[in-house]
Each structure stands twice: as C-alpha cells, then as structure tokens.
C-alpha cells in the first residue's frame, strides 16, 4: 500500500459519501429512531432496556455498514469505475482500506450520535463510559465495512449483495448472546459462537456496561474484532475482481 494513495482514496469515498445526503440521512437518523422505539418498548424496564439498547449501539453500526458498503463496492465493480480505477497505480489493498477508513469516519458520526441520544435523551446507564461504547461500535462498523467489502466480491447483482446481509449477520445476531447468554447455549452453538466476530463485541460492550474501567478482557475482543477486519479486507484484496461479467 501506499499512504499517499490511501489517503486520495480516502478522500475521494468520503466525498462521494457526502454528497450522497439518502445514505447520510439512512446512516445517523436509523439508529437513533430505532433506539428510540427501543426506548418506548422497555418503558418502565431500565434494567432490560439498558441492556438491549447498549448491545444495539454496536449491532446497528454492523448491520447497517454491512449492507451499505457490499452495495457501494458492487456499483463500482459493475459501472465499471473499478476497471478504471485500476488502470491507475490504485492497489487492491489501497481501495479496500480506503473504504475502510472512510466508512469508520461515518461511524464514529453515527455512533457518537446515537450515544448522545441514547445517554443524554433516553437515559441509557452503563458503568463505564459513553467514550468506550463509542469506540467499540465505530470497530463494529468498521467490522461491517470489511465483511460487506469481502461478500461484495462474490456478488453479481445488487440483490444478491443484499441475499448475503441474512446469511453473514442473521446467524451472528442470533449467536452473540443478545437473546440467549452464550454459556447458557447447547455446547456446540456456544461453539459456532465463538469463532464469530460479533460474539466479542457484544462482550466488549457487556465488560463496559458491567464495568467503570476498561478491563482485559474488553480490550482481548476489541482486539479479535480488529484482526477479523484485517483479515478480511486482506481477503477482500485477493477475492476482488475488476469487474463482474
């Protein structure tokens, strides 16, 4: 890669993220009107309330930046701007880490925004801070970047891109322990669960919630959620075709 490449192909996605005011709109308004139906749901639960909503912080960013940025790469590939952006010294790793980095700004917009409404409007507590929920959903998003950018690859059509969101995040949503605790899973689903990434954040965000300081144990899955990322824009890299048939 190259820095002076990364950060022109940074600049140039965000941008295009810019002046794209549905996507920005869908981005910052989703998560917060949902919360807010979370917050009417649970009226008079705030135990139960406090729990779910926190796990959402970092399951919204997910969900949302996977199905965004599998779209956005396929309309690259198939209008052809990918084969053209190639023909430059632009690199696979340059591309995909731009989006990367792009979408990651877009979320930290989103989750600090979400937080402020969650924290300050609805009356969200956690043990600790606001700072560290806010960190590990802009991971979570980044998360969804490169898992979004990695099934882009094996997409041909707008709505096959959308086929993959159930397949990739559906059984992760299920299996993270937002609706059943993993340990209290039959042993081999509390297996499945914990070779996916979600697993941990939600865990990270739990460790905060559960916590007033960062603990080991929130920083160990902050870290696996990081090195899936890596390892998935780098497979991303190797499975990305120019240009779909």
């Known amino acids: 890669m190259s820095a002076h490449i990364l950060v022109a192909t940074t600049g140039r996605i965000l941008r295009q993220l810019r002046h794209d005011r549905r996507t920005i709109a869908l981005l910052i308004l989703m998560p917060t ?14 135990q139960a309330f406090n729990r779910i909503a926190l796990i959402m912080l970092g399951v919204f960013p997910f969900i949302m930046m996977l199905l965004i940025t599998s779209i956005a ?16 010294p632009v690199g ?3 591309l995909l880490f731009a989006y990367g980095i792009a ?17 300050w409007l609805l ?46 995040a559906a ?5 993270c322990g937002l609706f059943v605790a993993r340990p209290d899973m039959a042993g081999w689903l509390e297996g499945i669960s914990n070779v ?44 990305l075709r120019r240009r779909t048939p």
């Open 33 to 46: 009107l949902l919360l807010t139906l979370l917050y009417f749901m649970y009226d008079g639960q705030e």
């Open 123 to 168: 009356g969200l507590e956690t043990a600790g801070s606001a700072g560290l929920v806010v960190l590990i959903a802009v991971a979570n998003a980044v998360l969804g970047v490169a898992l979004g950018l990695l099934c882009s690859a094996f997409a041909r059509t707008e709505f096959q891109a959308v086929q993959f969101m159930p397949v990739v």
């Open 92 to 94: 696979k790793l340059d």
């Open 196 to 239: 996916m990434p979600l697993s941990y954040s939600v865990e990270a965000l739990m460790e905060v919630g559960a916590h007033p300081s960062a603990t080991g144990t929130m920083w160990r899955d902050l870290i696996i959620v990081l090195c899936v990322v890596v390892a998935a824009l780098a497979l991303g890299a190797a499975t």
């Open 103 to 119: 979408f990651g700004v877009a979320a930290t917009v989103q989750a600090a925004v979400t937080a402020l409404l969650a924290y």
């Open 171 to 175: 059984p992760q949503l299920f299996l």
């Open 73 to 88: 790469m396929l309309r690259e590939r198939t209008s052809g701007t990918l084969e053209r952006m190639f023909t430059t």
